[in-house]
């Protein structure tokens, strides 16, 4: 079973267009994040969620809105694609309250290009 | 605010030799976790090992192991009799302490690509 699943693992789409994605977990953690990969594998994070509540918002420009369904599903929408969102974006959960380790659990990443 | 930071961009090892991978922090906290995690090809990131910063001794998963200097801030992984597969992008983090929201922060250092020769 995958623990952190993404679709799509990759994406190309035009300059100007809104795209979306998927992120679900089957772990029952109640914390899920969105990191942004660029091409210099910088990984920085961009947002968390903690059951369904924004917890953190790193800067990121208003065309990129996240949303949180329930605990266990984290999407990101991107409107009016840019040249420089081109990265890979990933995916992390982890449980936060109540545990004894809490590393993160990733994703596969979803590669998006803007042409 | 906390830092992390890896000064080696690269580095190389021969197989079955053994490679040091550095990371120093920066953080006035008393109580956080530390990792390392494995970004092969693939993409996928892979938790290497985990230490906690109340723990004095260093954490060891079979031929990863860790020297963690508390008060030097210092957290480098060892990787012993490198094997092929361990080529990969390497990437320490570290867990902040609670955010008031009772949630935490993790912070990843910008990596180290590590190559295995044969």
């Known amino acids: 079973d995958t623990a952190v699943s993404q679709t799509p693992k990759y994406l190309v789409t035009q300059m100007g267009n809104d795209k979306s994605i998927k992120c679900e977990q089957n772990?029952?953690?109640?914390?899920m994040y969105w990191y942004k990969q660029d091409s210099k594998k910088f990984l920085k994070i961009m947002f968390s969620?903690?059951?369904?509540?924004?917890?953190i918002n790193e800067t990121v420009p208003n065309r990129f809105s996240p949303k949180s369904p329930d605990k266990a599903h984290l999407n990101l929408h991107i409107n009016s694609l840019e040249l420089g969102d081109s990265a890979v974006y990933f995916c992390?959960?982890?449980?936060?309250?109540?545990?004894?380790?809490?590393?993160?659990?990733f994703g596969p990443g979803t590669r998006l290009t803007v042409l | 605010a906390q830092t992390v930071t890896q000064s080696q961009p690269e580095m190389s090892v021969q197989e079955a030799e053994t490679v040091t991978l550095s990371c120093t922090y920066d953080?006035?906290?008393?109580?956080?976790?530390l990792f390392w995690y494995k970004q092969p090809p693939s993409r996928q990131m892979i938790l290497v090992i985990r230490q906690e910063a109340y723990k004095q001794q260093n954490a060891t998963e079979n031929r990863f192991s860790v020297n963690f200097q508390k008060a030097a801030k210092s957290f480098s992984l060892k990787i012993s009799d490198s094997q092929l597969g361990d080529a990969a992008m390497y990437f320490c983090a570290y867990r902040s302490g609670p955010l008031t929201s009772g949630t935490y922060k993790y912070i990843f250092g910008t990596g180290t690509r590590l190559k295995v020769l044969a």
């Open positions: 953080t006035s906290e008393s109580d956080y976790y």
């Open positions: 992390a959960s982890s449980q936060d309250r109540g545990a004894y380790y809490n590393e993160q659990f």
């Open positions: 969620y903690n059951n369904k509540e924004l917890i």
């Open positions: 772990l029952g953690h109640d914390t």
